[in-house]
C-alpha cells in the first residue's frame, strides 16, 4: 500500500530522546529522496534531514550532531533518532518520498 504513517511522537523533557518512525511501501523506492520535516506553529514546513537511496544524508544545521536519520528496508522503515532535545524541536514532523506524505507526528519538549 503506498502510504506513510508516522509515529513515534511523544511528550519529552528538554535533553531527553525519541525516536521517530515512518513505515510504508515507498520507502523502498529507489527513485526518492527519503526525508523527515516538520512544521511549528505559525512557521513554514522545514526539513529536518534527508537520506539518499545511495545513503547520502543531509541535516539541518540546528539538528546536526543530535538528529540521526537511517532505512530499514526490509522492513520499510525510515526513522530518525533525536537526541538532546530541545524546546524548539517542537513540531509535527513529517516523512516524505516524492509525492508521498505521512500524516505527521507532534513532538513536544517541554519541562
Known sequence: QEQLVESGGGLVQPGGSLRLSCAGSPITYSACVLGWYRQAPGNQRETVASLSAGGFTKYADSVKG?????????????YLQMNDLRPEDTAVYYC???????Q????????
Do not use: E, M
Open 66 to 78: 543530535r538528529f540521526t536519520i537511517s532505512r530499514d528496508d526490509a522492513d520499510k522503515i525510515l
Open 96 to 102: 516524505n518520498c516524492g509525492p508521498f506524505w505521512g
Open 104 to 111: 505527521g507526528t507532534q513532538v513536544t519538549v517541554a519541562s
